[in-house]
């Protein structure tokens, strides 16, 4: 058994609901991850977007690439760094193409292919505006408001450092223990004799942990022992525990710069939905859909 120690984290007030602000968001959930590589590649695209192939006389360049690398998103093959480019420089060659064939075929006059321009022309709009409105919204000073304000709402919580050593029966933990309290070392015998893969590197250490971390009836032990006590062997599902206190306390709030990226994506998406909110307070939509009884206008 062990712990995942996963980075630190604050709470914060989740994002409104209505309206299913969350499914148009999700919708567009990549450009927040993106928007600084977004930014990044478009300061640095007057200089450095080379031409990389003509295709009939039609230019790949590496802005095109680096649109294709996020069209293709987790579909794009696994493979050296040349190997990923020369998969999307064929992907756009295709794409010029196929479409130049489409040309051929008039096919830029039939209503699909209109009613598929609106739609792509609309989305595009939409995840620009929607770049445009996170960037905007991320500053330090309303950074730190919105962490100070999550660090007001955080509850005193105790944690708990622990090291423990995991076997498989009761009668290997009663002897473990036996020989702990004869004078043992903890970490020497952990690194030898616990099932607890992170054993062998740690001793038993656990580090730092908060109850819900853990299995119940570790816990329940842990959080009750005296810092530098030994448990009588515990049972659980991983199997049977000898655990040794090393110190306890209550939970420390993070320093600002270790939450800083989580808050910022907070903050970027909350500017989204509130966008998204405001506008569709502001509109006028109307299903079309509903029996005549039912339907309704809705904002």
Partial sequence: MCIQHEPPTIPLAPFRRAGHVFFTLAAAALLTASLAVAQDAKTAAPAADAVVARINGSEIRESDLAMAEEDVGQNLP???PEQKRDYLVTYLTDIILVAKAAEG???ADGDLFKRRLAFARNKVLME???QEEAAGAVGDAQMRKVYAEAVKEMKAEPEVRASHILVAT????KAILAELRGGGDFAAIAKKKSKDPSAATEGGDLGYFTADQM????????FKLEKGSLS???KSQFGWHVIRVEDKRTKEVPEFDKVKEQIQSFVMRRAQADLITKLRGEGKVERLDK???AKKETK
């Fill in 78 to 80: 696994q493979g050296t």
């Fill in 105 to 107: 075929k008039n096919i």
């Fill in 128 to 130: 620009i505006m929607l």
């Fill in 170 to 173: 009761e009668e290997e933990a």
């Fill in 215 to 222: 299995v119940p009836e570790f816990s329940a032990v842990a």
């Fill in 232 to 234: 009588e062997p515990v």
């Fill in 291 to 293: 029996p005549a009884d």
